[in-house]
C-alpha cells in the first residue's frame, strides 16, 4: 500500500472508532444497562478500548506525516437495548473485516500490522462480549 492509501485507511478506521465509542456511550445509558453496576462497568471498558484504539490510530497517522481526521462514522440513533446492542455487534463485525483485510494488505509493515493485530483482538473479544450481553438481555425479557 502507499503511504498516502494507508493514512487514507487509517483514517477511515479512526472514524469508525470515534463512531464506536459513542455507541458504548449510548448503550451505557440505557436503563437496562445502567441499573446492572457490573454491567455498565463492562461497557464503559469497551468503550475505553475503543479511545485505545482511536489514539494509536490517530498517534501513527501523525508519524507518518498523515493529519488525523476529525469526522466521526455516523450512525443511527437506536432506541432499545437489544436494537443498540444488535447495531453494535454489527459494527464489531466491520471492524473485524476492516482490519483483517489492512493487516493482509500490509505484509511488508510489520510494525502497522503488529498494531492493527492487537486491535484486531480487542475487536474479536467486543463481539463476544456484546453477544453476551444481547444474550442476557433477550433472557430478561426486555424492557426497552
Ligand atoms: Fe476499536
Ligand atoms: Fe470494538
Redesign the pocket.
Known amino acids: 500500500m502507499k503511504l498516502t492509501e494507508i493514512i487514507e485507511a487509517f483514517n477511515e478506521n479512526l472514524s469508525k472508532e470515534y463512531g ?1 465509542i459513542l455507541l458504548y456511550i449510548e448503550l451505557r445509558k440505557l436503563p437496562l444497562m445502567a441499573r446492572n453496576v457490573k454491567t455498565a462497568a463492562l461497557i464503559s471498558s ?1 468503550a475505553e ?2 479511545m485505545h484504539h482511536a489514539e494509536m490510530l490517530a498517534d501513527r497517522i501523525a508519524s507518518l506525516g498523515g493529519e488525523s481526521t476529525w469526522q466521526i462514522a455516523p450512525f443511527e440513533r437506536k432506541s432499545t437495548v437489544r436494537e443498540t446492542l444488535m447495531q453494535i455487534i454489527e459494527s ?1 463485525e466491520q ?1 473485524i473485516e476492516d482490519y483483517s483485510y489492512l493487516i493482509e494488505r500490509l505484509a511488508g509493515q510489520p510494525k502497522l500490522r503488529e498494531m492493527l493485530i492487537a486491535i484486531l483482538e ?2 474479536r473479544r ?1 463481539k463476544g462480549r456484546t453477544e453476551e450481553l444481547l444474550k442476557s438481555a433477550s433472557g430478561r425479557k426486555a424492557n426497552p
Do not use: C
Open positions: 464506536a469497551l478500548d475503543e464489531e471492524a480487542d475487536e467486543h
